[in-house]
């Protein structure tokens, strides 16, 4: 039980886009005083120069919750390195001349990077495939994803329409949007679930559900992954209760052909990586900020997460749509960009099965000097065009 604990509060530590119950416990991400907190990543490669103090004298560190901050009140201009490592959204208010540089931060993010865009400019953007998500509650009228969502199933959170989360639609996003996805054309069932219950019967049903509408399609629309940003079982989760429950439905949905991409220990295969805003198509520089576990049952492959997302919000009793940047991310954000790029290869290669297809995902990763793998779309997809002529 000791290392459990250990394990679980470096993962919480390195995770703050919520793969872990701990950041997601609560369904509206909209705290009214939020606080400022520090996230250790101590091998990114982007570090501010100097920290920055607010005229009160108090610290601002890189890697924080800066979201519906006012920070306004500081001795300098904080300066794009340092921005661009902060966890940040539109209600954050900035001085007048850090505004545009936070500003150009999450455009920039909104990018997935690493020649995603020339594969969509050459017409390689999921269209045609169908994929799933569970997660937190979300409204389907975001701009970067409405009529994307073939059906949304709300399986036991027990809130009102029109609820919504920070969570939900920032994976839909990474995985769909319109300007921020790795496979805006594909199509999605979404399946709502109440994280904040620690339970994983939740997940359980909902992967249930997504294996039974599943059999009742036909072929050609047949769910191809289901996306999880959740470790709703195994030594890393932090769920209290019918952690088997989870287990046991993922077997039945692999059982039935369906890829199941989640973050636990256990089946996981992601670990993040942070690429470069200014450079996001050069593979070489997306650094891994986490080496991710040691001897893990499955081989892993670095994901971009210093994204741009999706978000709502509902602080006045009416949902706002925009959007937010996080510096760090995690392997929340990591299951839905990589879900993505499978889609892309699936929709070049319907016929191939779940074992192939990730078999050339590593095949084809950019290698590291360390030997770690970083996802490397474009060749990933020049592979996947190789098996149509053999």
């Known amino acids: ?75 300098r201009s904080l300066g794009e390195s340092l921005i661009e490592t902060w966890w940040f959204n539109e209600a954050t208010i900035w001085s007048r001349e850090d505004k545009p540089v936070a500003q150009n931060i999450l455009k920039l993010g909104m990018n997935p990077g690493l020649g995603i865009r020339e594969l969509h400019a050459a017409g390689i953007t999921g269209k045609g495939i169908t994929v799933a998500i569970i997660d937190q509650p979300m409204v389907l009228d975001h701009p970067e994803f409405e009529g994307k969502v073939i059906n949304y199933y709300d399986a036991g959170t027990e809130l009102p329409a029109g609820t919504v989360s920070m969570h939900g639609p920032a994976v839909t996003s990474l995985l769909v949007g319109e300007n921020i996805g790795t496979a805006p054309d594909a199509s999605v069932y979404f399946v709502a679930v ?34 999880v940003s959740a470790i709703p079982s195994g030594i890393w989760s932090e769920y209290t209760k019918n952690n088997d429950a989870w287990d046991a439905a993922y077997k039945r949905a692999t059982e039935a052909g369906i890829l199941v991409l989640d973050c636990t220990y256990e089946q996981g295969i992601t670990v993040p990586c942070t690429y470069d805003p200014h450079d996001p198509d050069n593979v070489a520089k997306c650094v891994p900020n986490w080496t991710g576990p040691v001897n893990p049952p499955h081989k892993r492959i670095n994901i971009p997460t210093s994204r741009t997302s999706a978000t709502e919000d509902d602080g006045d009793g009416q949902v706002h749509f925009s959007y937010q940047f996080s510096g760090d991310g995690g392997l929340s954000w990591s299951t839905p960009y990589l879900t993505g790029v499978l889609a892309m290869g699936w929709q070049v290669n319907p016929d191939l099965t779940s074992s192939q297809i990730l078999d050339m995902l ?20 020049d592979l996947v065009k190789r098996t149509i002529h053999e």
């Open 362 to 381: 590593y095949a084809s990763a950019y290698i590291t000097e360390n030997k770690m793998k970083v996802i490397n779309p474009k060749a990933f997809i």
């Open 194 to 227: 109440p994280s904040w219950l620690f339970d994983a019967q939740y997940y359980a049903d909902a992967l249930d559900w997504i294996v039974a509408r599943n059999e009742k399609l036909p072929e050609a629309s047949k769910i191809r992954a289901v996306s």
């Open 1 to 75: 039980m000791k290392n459990k604990a250990l394990i679980t509060i470096l993962l919480a530590a390195m995770i703050p886009a919520s793969c872990t119950p701990a950041a997601t416990s609560v369904p509206l991400m909209i705290p009214s005083t939020p606080t400022l907190t520090f996230i250790p990543t101590a091998t990114i490669s982007i570090l501010p120069t100097r920290p920055a103090h607010t005229q009160s004298g108090m610290l601002i560190k890189p890697y924080q919750d800066v979201r519906f901050q006012n920070i306004l009140n500081l001795n």
